[in-house]
Nanobody, 117 residues
Framework: VQLQASGGGLVQAGGSLRLSCAASGNIFRLLAVGWYRQAPGKQRELVALITSIASTSYADSVKGRFTASRDNDKNTVFLQMNSLKPEDTGVYYC????????????WGQGTLVTVSS
């Protein structure tokens, strides 16, 4: 299984970005996918999770601003990020097989999001 994250970039505070995570393999639709963020000098943290049946949950820091979705026909998960803040800056990774206690076995390579003030 391979995961390919994309969609990062530089955006001003208040702006929006949409991240994508494309997966190979047939087990994609069976597993939850999470979006982790690693800010400079900080530990990687889970910010959004979408289950195999598209139930979503979010860290308090992004709740109401970020929305996870998935297209199982395209083996892709999305993270719509609105009202971005400078503290959202970091490398975003997708992870497959995740739950809120621990990550799954499959990681994407990360995509950098930079939010300028």
């Amino acid at each position: 299984v391979q995961l390919q994250a994309s969609g990062g970039g530089l955006v001003q505070a208040g702006g929006s970005l949409r991240l994508s995570c494309a997966a190979s393999g047939n087990i994609f639709r069976l597993l939850a996918v999470g979006w982790y963020r690693q800010a400079p000098g900080k530990q990687r943290e889970l910010v959004a999770l979408i289950t195999s049946i598209a139930s979503t949950s979010y860290a308090d820091s992004v709740k109401g601003r970020f929305t996870a979705s998935r297209d199982n026909d395209k083996n892709t998960v999305f993270l719509q990020m609105n009202s971005l803040k400078p503290e959202d800056t970091g490398v975003y990774y997708c992870n497959m097989g995740v739950n809120w206690r621990k990550p799954g076995d499959y990681w994407g390579q990360g995509t950098l999001v930079t939010v300028s003030s």
